[in-house]
């Protein structure tokens, strides 16, 4: 049943997506217009549980295309979600040491200081969660285990959406607040270069460019793993997700959402010098740390669809973050999926 919308709202993560990519060329704005709906973001809004819905999806009628983490959390919670499209763009995803640790490899990582994340006032700690994913991905890799380094917390007392964002130049950018808020981004960092932990998880085009200009160690990237389940994390796959009512009741709007993603996606492949500017806004980054944190190929992973790879990491991925108390239950992900959006726009001509 489709009925029509007046509002949808919508969010991406500061990294590569489709959507994201969509929204900058203008594209999704003008299907929905064309339909009489108006598009509001949810990171803009000056209502803290609008802004809120970024993490926990809890605003109606809004889609979210970036990190997997708070969809997961938002469905394991109870909230009616689907996923429409999983996108999965390779990142960079670092173990970094202090010069002055000593440590090189991998197995020095025993008996080490290890800085986490902890924030406190967040319904799903996503920053430390995709930590601990990298940093036991890694430890695995050499027959190690997480126990077998010293956790140190960074406790944050902030909260993610603190403050109000805002679009400048076509990159999304944080009030008056953003001192604060990034230096609660890059606490475990702080601790690092103050040798008060030995080794920290960082990883996209900011983890990249933190680690030359700080002159830190690499202990390993991840993130060109060749086994997809050591390099699934937040941010591989990412999700495009809708809540359930509208789907229900808007499906020709879910239909157009993923229509113009593809859209954006089959644009990207012919243009990569412009998809290079369009992710360095995106990352609030430049070009050369988005090619070297997502190739410089970046505009073929940019690709969403309901592959069986992408599939199998957010089930394995889901029941790491269970496991790890991240989320109150596990649960069947193909449960989640609603892929009819996703066949319905793939039948349509694409106007690139």
């Known amino acids: 049943m489709t009925e029509k919308l007046d509002t949808l709202w919508y969010t991406r993560c500061p990294v590569p997506t489709g959507l994201g990519i969509a929204i900058q060329q203008g594209w999704l704005e003008d299907a929905f217009r064309a339909q009489g709906t108006s598009l509001s973001s949810l990171l803009e809004s000056s209502d803290f549980s609008k802004r809120e819905s970024h993490f926990s999806h809890t605003v109606r009628n809004s889609v979210r295309h970036g990190g997997n983490i708070p969809a997961i959390s938002a469905r394991a919670r109870g909230r009616d979600t689907r996923v429409i499209g999983l996108s999965w763009a390779d990142e960079t995803q670092l173990i970094l040491a202090s010069p002055e640790s000593g440590i090189t490899s991998v197995r020095d990582l025993k008996g080490r200081r290890f800085g986490l994340p902890n924030w406190k ?152 010098s412009e998809v290079r500017r369009y992710l360095a806004r995106e990352t609030n980054s430049s070009e050369y740390w988005v090619s070297i944190a997502y190739g410089e190929d970046a505009q073929k992973r940019l690709k969403t669809d309901l592959a069986e790879q992408s599939v199998a990491a957010i089930q394995d991925f889901t029941d790491f973050l269970h496991r790890w108390n991240f989320i109150p239950q596990s649960f069947d992900v193909r449960d989640w999926i609603d892929a009819r959006p996703l066949e319905a726009a793939q039948a349509l001509p694409i106007a690139v």
């Open 121 to 272: 006032n967040v319904e799903i700690d996503f920053s430390r969660a995709q930590a601990v994913r990298g940093l036991e991905n890694t430890l695995r890799l050499e027959g190690l285990e997480v126990s077998d380094v010293e956790i140190v917390d960074q406790d944050i007392d902030t909260h993610y959406s603190e403050g109000q964002a805002e679009t400048i130049g076509g990159t999304l950018a944080w009030n008056g607040r953003s001192t604060s808020r990034a230096r609660a981004n890059n606490l475990e960092l702080i601790a690092l270069l103050r040798g008060e932990v030995d080794a920290i998880f960082l990883k996209g085009a900011h983890g990249a460019q933190v680690a030359h200009q700080f002159g830190l160690t690499t202990v390993i990237d991840t993130g060109v793993h060749p086994d997809p389940l050591v390099r699934a994390n937040n941010g591989t796959p990412r999700t495009l997700a809708v809540d359930g009512h509208l789907i229900d009741h808007h499906f020709d709007a879910a239909v157009t959402i993923v229509e113009q993603v593809l859209r954006a996606e089959a644009w990207a492949q012919a243009h990569p």
